[in-house]
């Protein structure tokens, strides 16, 4: 027989005992909890109705953020949960009623070694200056990662850290290094109005949690130009592909010059995907790209469609292709062959061991 509807609050703890990450809420549905990239209904529970959705989102929001949802808006939030884990959550429409996706951020930042990091990145957060992209599709452990570098970065050199995030996702605490975290619509603005002022904030490092229009990716690029080490993600499909993102949102008569600001301070690009284990839990898989002098190259020259062959010529260099990459979890029996082939755009070049 269905149990009584619980709380937000119980159905978190029962995503954070079942190891899950994220908790979907909509009418219609019983409540689903993502765990190992999987969906599944919470069991025994009842299907949402618009009043419990309701009910579950003004629970959660705060008064403002229920007055944008209730102008019409989606509302990105965050909030702490019991002093183990960090709520990224967003509050939508379906079919004209509320719909709330939550996922689970843990207090704890994962080392590099926790997630298998690749030696070349690590590097990356020793840099005085210069651009790194962490890309990927959404899920795909990018916060986590660039949260990793951050901390690092905090706990070994005595810089000062701007974080620009929408909404704070990973909370770091001031060590060796200074860090202010700042979040859209609670501490500026927009990206584009804390990107202008952060050359006044005497910023050493900065980390933008999203490059989402023009304006962000202009002075994301800008920041990286004048000295400063820039971290920023990107939802992109591998390696080489972020880079025409990047330049394909300017206007045509701008390409060239974002092409040559590009190949000066682009340090690199690392794309990421989460795979099922085969004993549980999810592992990452990465795709690294090193800005070289040849990457540089062709990245000023307009010829990124050859990008890919630089990432396969250049492993003595810290490089590798999802699918090397791949192939080494499947032969360390980490991932399944079939699993590993599924999250690759190149299955061919992954090898069954």
């Known amino acids: ?126 840099q005085l200056q210069g651009l790194v992209l962490v890309t990927g ?67 050493d490092v900065i980390l933008v949690g999203e490059m989402r229009d023009l304006e962000s990716i202009r002075f994301a690029i800008t920041l990286a130009e004048t000295g400063h080490l820039v971290f920023a993600s990107l939802h992109t499909n591998d390696a080489p592909q972020s880079l025409d993102r990047l330049i394909d949102v300017f206007p045509g008569d701008e390409q060239a010059l974002v092409r040559t600001q590009l190949a000066i301070c682009l340090t690199g690009v690392v794309y990421q995907r989460l795979l099922p284990r085969v004993d549980g839990g999810r592992v990452a898989a990465f795709e690294v790209l090193v800005a070289t002098p040849p990457v540089r190259n062709l990245i000023k020259e307009g010829r990124t469609n050859q990008l890919r062959n630089q990432v396969m010529l250049g492993s003595h260099q810290g490089m590798q292709t999802l699918e090397s990459s791949l192939s080494e979890l499947v032969k360390s029996g980490l991932v399944a062959y079939d699993q590993a082939t599924a999250y690759s755009l190149f299955p061919s070049e992954i090898e069954r061991h």
């Open 1 to 126: 027989m269905p149990q009584e509807l619980p709380s937000v609050e119980t159905l978190l703890g029962y995503v954070w005992d079942q190891n899950g990450s994220d908790l979907l809420l909509t009418a219609g549905s019983a409540p689903m909890i993502r765990v190992d990239g999987t969906l599944h209904s919470a069991p025994d529970l009842p299907r949402l109705t618009p009043a419990d959705t309701e009910a579950m989102a003004r629970a959660i929001l705060s008064e403002k953020q229920w007055e944008e949802y209730s102008n019409g808006e989606e509302v990105d939030f965050s909030f702490g949960w019991q002093g183990k884990a960090r709520i990224r959550g967003n509050a939508f429409r379906q079919r004209n009623s509320v719909a709330l996706a939550l996922r689970m951020m843990p207090r704890s930042i994962p080392s590099y070694d926790d997630i298998g990091v690749p030696e070349v990145v690590r590097d990356w957060a020793k």
């Open 137 to 203: 599709p959404t899920g795909s452990g990018k916060s986590t990662t660039i949260a990793s570098m951050i901390e690092w970065i905090c706990a070994n050199r005595p810089v000062h850290v701007i974080t620009i995030e929408d909404p704070i996702e990973y909370v770091h605490r001031h060590q060796l290094a200074a860090i202010d975290q700042r979040g859209v619509g609670e501490d500026t603005e927009s990206f584009g109005q804390a990107l202008r002022s952060a050359l006044r904030e005497d910023p």
